[in-house]
């Protein structure tokens, strides 16, 4: 039987400091188990996660948090161990970027979004969250998603690979946790060194000191 270590993102799976951390040390607890085989992230209620806390940000305004929250979400692109989104509601934002970054997303087939707002907020992407989010969608869905802000029903995400599967609530688990299954068991070294080196120009640009502001666009005359 395969250990199963899982992470809940509470409320409306929104991040600040706390919720940050707590989120990062489920990641390295699960990475220090030599049992572990499986990591599970998963919502509650209505919400997978609505992404950065807005209200907290504006409260405590620090231009080194999203970075941070980017190095988080980079801990799982060279994780030693399969990470499974079980998509349990709405993924906004930064939320939507940690099922991106997920090995495999298991999508609630008949309530919640994929989404990601920016363009409807007069936002542009940052230059962290612009490359992952780049790297991980294919054409279709970079324009589904970045380019119109659509709100991508679980059926929609499919069409568009965004998700690898849907399933009733109720089956979100054993599904996610059969997709993973040829990943468990692997070479924890070999296993992480192969992901980042697929994911290494992410890495290379999470890890750096790169300035990461809004990405500005030219000046229309």
């Not at 294919?138 to 059926?155: D, F, I, N, S």
């Not at 965004?162 to 609530?169: G, R, Y």
Request: with cysteine; charged share 25%; glycine share 8%.
């Amino acid at each position: 039987m395969a250990e199963i270590h899982r992470h809940k993102f509470t409320g409306e799976g929104r991040f600040n400091e706390q919720s940050l951390e707590a989120f990062h040390d489920a990641m390295l607890a699960a990475f220090a188990d030599d049992e572990a085989q499986v990591l599970l992230l998963q919502g509650e209620g209505k919400n997978f996660s609505q992404g950065l806390d807005l209200e907290w940000m504006m409260s405590n305004p620090s231009q080194g948090f999203v970075v941070d929250c980017m190095r988080v979400v980079g801990r799982m692109l060279d994780a030693p161990i399969p990470i499974v989104s079980l998509v349990t509601g709405h993924a906004f934002g930064l939320g939507a970027m940690i099922v991106l970054a997920s090995d495999y997303r298991v999508m609630k087939a008949d309530r919640g979004f994929f989404c990601l707002p920016e363009v409807d907020l007069n936002m542009t992407l940052t230059v962290r969250m612009n490359e992952l989010v780049c790297s991980k969608l294919g054409p279709k869905a970079l324009r589904a998603a970045l380019l119109t802000g659509e709100r991508v029903t679980a059926e929609r995400a499919l069409e568009l690979e965004i998700v690898d599967a849907i399933a009733p609530l109720e089956s979100l688990e054993v599904l996610g946790l059969e997709l993973a299954a040829p990943m468990m068991g692997k070479s924890r070294r070999s296993l992480s060194g192969l992901k980042r080196g697929l994911n290494q120009p992410i890495l290379e640009l999470i890890e750096s000191d790169v300035d990461d502001g809004p990405i500005v666009a030219p000046e229309f005359e």
